[in-house]
């Protein structure tokens, strides 16, 4: 079985850290030089692919690969790997499954409310309504070529160097508060597993949207106070959201509210997060020796 990977960023190289034994082959993209010649030293076959071009040896790649991964993100322009490659995907004789990592950003403000895959998305957002056409431009590549589609919405990432542990330690954690303000997280491995899980899922030609949380919302605060508790340092001081001098890009994450429910990963994926709250995450971190 061979993979093929589009962004071989920060989710995806922890999958194929965890996986890579499930594969004959491994190859996939990256955007720079540098990426490039570290990733092919680790064993796997890299690619560049940005807005600047392409390497030649991408199509012939895609045409051996069981399995795409796709992590890179849209732009204004619409999603730059159907772009490029949306005929040899469509045109593929081995593809048989394609998984789309997208975001719980398309839901939009629900005022705290939960939501769920059959909640219709309502964000105002323009990079999430950008992931919202990106997933639409996928279903219908995926129905021409007949391959099953897995399109993960994934919750806001942490894990190894990027944790309340490592921002406490590099003294850039701060503690916003905003009343009612609940923000949905997911541990990098249970990203990894969730993919994992899709891999394995033998069902053809199945299109299949799945939120991908831990399920338990939670305060901004709360866990850069608990990291602070595990690293047995004081947390830095309370702010008001409401008189904080904030970047627009960091006042946006506070613009929207929801609970997002993993009960369809439960059911279609038997998913279980291995890290079930931010507790037991940053405490496997933490014991990992992250922020020291």
Known sequence: MNLFVFGLGYSSVHYIRKHAPDYDSIAGTVTTEKRK???TASGIKTYLFSDEGADDGIVEALGEADIVLVSVPPGEAGDPVLAKFALPLTR???LRKI????????????QGEWVDEATAPLTTNARS?????????WRAVAREGKRSLYILRLAG???????ALVQLRDGKAKRLVKKDQVFNRIHVDDIAQAIAKCVARDRSGEDLLLNIADGHPTPAQDVVTHAANLMKVEPPPVIDFETA????MARSFYAECKRVSIEAARFELGFEPIHPTYREGL???WEAGEGR
């Open 37 to 39: 010649a570290e990733l």
């Open 92 to 94: 593929s004789k081995r």
């Open 99 to 110: 998984i789309y990592l997208s975001t719980v950003g398309v839901y939009g403000d629900r």
């Open 129 to 137: 309504l950008m992931r919202l056409a990106a997933e639409n431009l």
């Open 157 to 163: 990432i942490y894990g190894p160097g990027r944790n």
């Open 245 to 248: 001098e904030l970047s627009e």
């Open 283 to 285: 405490q496997a971190l």
